[in-house]
């Protein structure tokens, strides 16, 4: 099945773009763009928890095919990976996305795999419900690879008035999530062996909901949210607190509902959101294995201090409701939380030598936590076709079961090599 999929890659490869739309007619064009991509990511000191020194060590080549008729206004378009890992000598296929679209008048339909962005944040989540890959994002890979795609339908209806956009995810997909086999991470139930991990039963008759209502007002693009779906990130229920043999991974019901505005202000960019998680499961706060529900907000701050320099600033909290109800239930072998968690970031991004390099820094830190992440960052576009960056993330906390102070013995650099044909 894998090595079908690379002969339809390949033999797809070898038809040029104009060849291609001459096989289609004159009514229909088509563009294809492919690169190679190679991303090596070492610790820094010590191996992983498996025995290699290398966190990602890996090999992609991308396929990205456009085939579209602007005289029925359908477009279809496949991004697709063969992706050889290095470290265990595997090889894989990875459909990022495969979706059709097709616009009529005022709307616009896509059905397919698709990736889906929502909010104003950098790096930052609030009514991004949407599934994440943080092993990417820790690891080295590019960027575009924190997002995955989901299955379903996004609608778009556009008037003078109001936007909508609605989306129906028919498969669950949870966060890819850094694992004890490559990273050091600290885990409540580490010396328990047998796990079982649980998905929702999603499908037609049972998909994730998500809806987004925007306009401008008053120089600022603003949007309302709503999701109606579940945790990315997995619950861990135990069968027994006190002596516990198996631990379930499974994922609560959760709606969400937001807001959020950007614009011009002061200078600069300025980017407001907001949030309310309401975690269905567990509306009172009691079930030690459910995430209680939580008021997320968000303010941003970007600026061009000159012509090849920027500055972006935020500031982002979580704040866990039903907190005495937390306390009061929570189980001696579970690391407590904080009722209130905040993240503070700073991103530096500087051009040189007609932007053939890009220097850039973007730093994490949690005042409530005292824990950080660092990530800078060099690029370099030798030509229009290679580039290299030259990167690392360097953790660090004064606890080491805090969300960004268990990574503290995970620090990586990384090199990226690309090519584009």
Do not use: C
Request: glycine content about 8%; charged content about 25%; aromatic content about 14%.
């Amino acid at each position: 099945m894998r090595w079908a999929a690379v002969a339809i890659v390949i033999s797809v490869m070898s038809l040029s773009g104009p060849s291609l739309s001459q096989e289609l007619g004159d009514d229909w064009g088509a563009d294809i763009e492919s690169f190679l991509l190679g991303t090596y990511s070492r610790r820094t000191s010590g191996e992983t928890p498996d025995g290699h020194e290398f966190l990602l060590a890996e090999e992609r080549l991308r396929l990205d095919l456009s085939v579209w008729s602007e005289k029925i206004e359908t477009e279809a378009r496949v991004k697709l990976d063969g992706a050889h890992d290095s470290i265990d000598g595997e090889f894989d296929i990875d459909l990022r996305e495969a979706y059709l679209d097709y616009s009529a008048g005022n709307s616009d339909l896509r059905l397919g795999r698709q990736i889906a962005t929502w909010g104003v944040g950098d790096l930052l989540f609030i009514n991004d419900v949407f599934p994440k890959d943080w092993v990417s994002f820790f690891s080295g890979r590019p960027l575009e690879y924190l997002k995955l795609g989901i299955d379903g339908a996004r609608v778009n209806y556009s008037t003078s008035a109001l936007n909508v956009e609605f989306m129906i995810v028919t498969d669950f997909k949870p966060d890819t999530l850094p694992t004890p086999r490559r990273f050091f991470l600290h885990d409540d139930f580490s010396g328990i062996a047998e796990r079982m991990q649980v998905h929702p039963d999603t499908g037609l008759d049972n998909p994730e909901l998500a809806l987004r209502l925007y306009r401008r007002i008053g120089g600022f693009d603003a949007s309302a949210y709503a999701y109606r779906g579940y945790w990315r990130s997995p619950g861990q229920a135990p069968d027994d607190y006190d002596v516990p043999t198996q631990v379930t991974h499974f994922f609560p019901q959760l709606s969400v509902y937001g807001i959020s505005a950007q614009g011009q202000a002061m200078g600069g960019i300025l980017s407001l959101e907001g949030g309310y998680y309401d975690s269905r499961d567990d509306n009172a706060g009691v079930d030690p294995a459910v995430a209680n529900s939580e008021i997320r907000f968000l303010l941003g701050y970007q600026r061009q201090l000159s012509e090849d320099f920027t500055i972006g600033v935020q500031y982002y909290a979580e704040v866990m409701m039903d907190f005495g109800a937390y306390e009061r239930t929570l189980p001696t072998v579970i690391t407590p939380r904080n009722k209130y968690r905040d993240t503070a970031t700073i991103r530096l991004t500087r051009f040189l030598q007609h932007q053939t390099w890009m220097l850039s820094l973007f730093a994490f830190y949690s005042p409530a936590e005292q824990d950080y992440l660092l990530q800078p960052q060099v690029d370099y576009k030798v030509s229009d076709s290679f580039s290299a960056t030259l990167g690392a993330n360097l953790f660090g906390g004064e606890q080491q079961t805090t969300f960004l102070g268990q990574f503290d013995r995970n620090d990586n650099l990384y090199l990226t090599l690309r090519y584009d044909f």
